[in-house]
């Protein structure tokens, strides 16, 4: 496959229909993580909505401090946000991001993705889209939010990613057997993204929950949690507003689990 990812941020910019996100997009060739580049700019008072994307990553970073192949052919990106939150009112933001990621790619490819708690995407048992959030909080008080998407795109995942990736992981490129354009998709999750985040901001954390559920085929299914040393397994029976995974176990009992460092697996 033959790697598409040039991006004309004019051309983007021009039809991009947003207020914030997406106004100021800084494009480069190879980063080590754009989160990293993201976090710096916003400690230098990089506005709301500040994008750094890039062609590939030499240090992608996912969630539990693993590492997150980032080769030329994916999107890899980073919007900086400036919540006026407090630290665990900002939780919800990486359904923010799920939802915004599932509605796009169910829009504009049609493709039945689905979210995993607690900020995965997949194509059926295989994942498309990673999100990582990071925060610079003062305190209770969130000073600025990086929030990370990597996106499989124009991946020839059997070709590219490590071999124990390959049986876990499905790109755009595969599931639609055709290239697509990096420059449309991303212009459409920036719009999306800020329309999701706006309506989180105004209206609580209860309504984007719900809507993110709709998506989400594990509840109700058996699935396997780790928790550092610890696993549990059980149905996962519903998520709460605070983000919260609550788990029915094999003795009839309930489990709760904050997103954190843990881990999920559908059984
Ligand atoms: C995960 O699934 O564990 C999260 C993966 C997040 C990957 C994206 S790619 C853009 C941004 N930069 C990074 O280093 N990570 C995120």
Redesign the pocket.
């Known amino acids: 496959m033959r790697v598409l990812t040039r991006i004309d941020i004019d051309r983007l910019q021009e039809g991009l229909r947003t207020k914030r996100f997406g106004r100021s997009i800084i494009f480069q060739k190879e980063v080590s993580?754009?989160?990293?580049v993201a976090k710096e700019l916003a400690a230098y008072g990089a506005g709301e909505g500040t994008v750094v994307v890039a062609e590939r990553?030499t240090?992608?970073?996912?969630?539990?401090g693993?590492e997150?192949f980032?080769p030329s052919g994916g999107l890899?990106?980073?919007i900086v946000l400036l919540p006026r939150l407090r630290v665990p009112e900002a939780v919800p933001l990486v359904f923010v991001a799920g939802l915004a990621v599932t509605k796009t790619l169910r829009e504009l490819y049609g493709l039945s993705v689905e979210t995993l708690w607690p900020?995965?995407v997949l194509v059926g048992d295989r994942?498309i889209c990673?999100?990582?959030t990071e925060m610079n909080s003062t305190g209770e008080v969130v000073n600025f939010i990086v929030l990370?998407?990597?996106i499989n795109a124009n991946i020839n995942v059997k070709k590219v990613l490590p071999e124990q990736l390959r049986d876990v992981a499905t790109s755009l490129g595969e599931e639609l057997g055709q290239k697509i354009r990096i420059e449309e998709l991303l212009r459409a999750l920036l719009e999306k993204l800020e329309i999701e985040y706006d309506l989180f901001l105004e209206e609580g954390a209860s309504e984007l929950l719900s809507e993110w559920k709709q998506y989400a085929a594990f509840l109700g299914h058996n699935v396997e949690i780790s928790s550092g040393e610890e696993k549990f397994v059980g149905i996962a029976q519903d998520v709460e507003n605070d983000g919260v995974l609550v788990l029915k176990l094999g003795n009839g009992s309930f489990r709760r689990f904050l997103v954190g460092d843990i881990s999920l697996r559908v059984k």
Not at 33 to 36: G, H, I, L, V, Y
Not at 59 to 64: C, Y
Request: proline share 0%; no cysteine; glycine share 20%.
């Open positions: 993580s754009t989160n990293d990553q240090a992608g970073r996912g969630r539990l693993r997150w980032s890899w990106f980073s900020n995965d994942k990673g999100i990582l990370g998407i990597g």
